[in-house]
Nanobody
Framework: VQLQASGGGLVQPGGSLRLSCAIS????????VGWFRQAPGKEREPVAS????????HYVDSVKDRFTISRDNAGNMLYLQMNSLKPEDTAVYYC??????????????????WGLGTQVTVSS
């Protein structure tokens, strides 16, 4: 399974960005997909997760009501719509996949496949 994130950039506080993740390879192996982020000097942390087939998204408290995770199984795509962005959202964002189907936000340690990150900078 291969993943490639895109869509990052520089945005002002209060702005929006939509991240995309193209997924290829043996997608039948995937149970859960998610987004993670790593800010400078901090550990990688989960942001949101969703089962690859069926189910709803789950979010960490810091992004609830601002971010929306979604997937397109036909196109093998994963998305993260980020609204009302804050400077503390600045980080490198990664998409990842887990072979197991999970309920709730998947921890970083659960991911089996990682894509390269995309930088999101929120600054005026």
């Amino acid at each position: 399974v291969q993943l490639q994130a895109s869509g990052g950039g520089l945005v002002q506080p209060g702005g929006s960005l939509r991240l995309s993740c193209a997924i290829s390879g043996d997608t039948f192996r995937i149970g859960t997909v998610g987004w993670f982020r790593q800010a400078p000097g901090k550990e990688r942390e989960p942001v949101a997760s969703i089962p690859w087939r069926g189910g709803i998204g789950h979010y960490v408290d810091s992004v609830k009501d601002r971010f929306t995770i979604s997937r397109d199984n036909a196109g093998n795509m994963l998305y993260l719509q980020m609204n009302s962005l804050k400077p503390e959202d600045t980080a490198v964002y990664y998409c990842a996949a887990d072979r197991r189907r999970r309920v709730g936000v998947a921890p970083s340690s659960a991911a089996d496949y990682w894509g390269l990150g995309t930088q999101v900078t929120v600054s005026s």
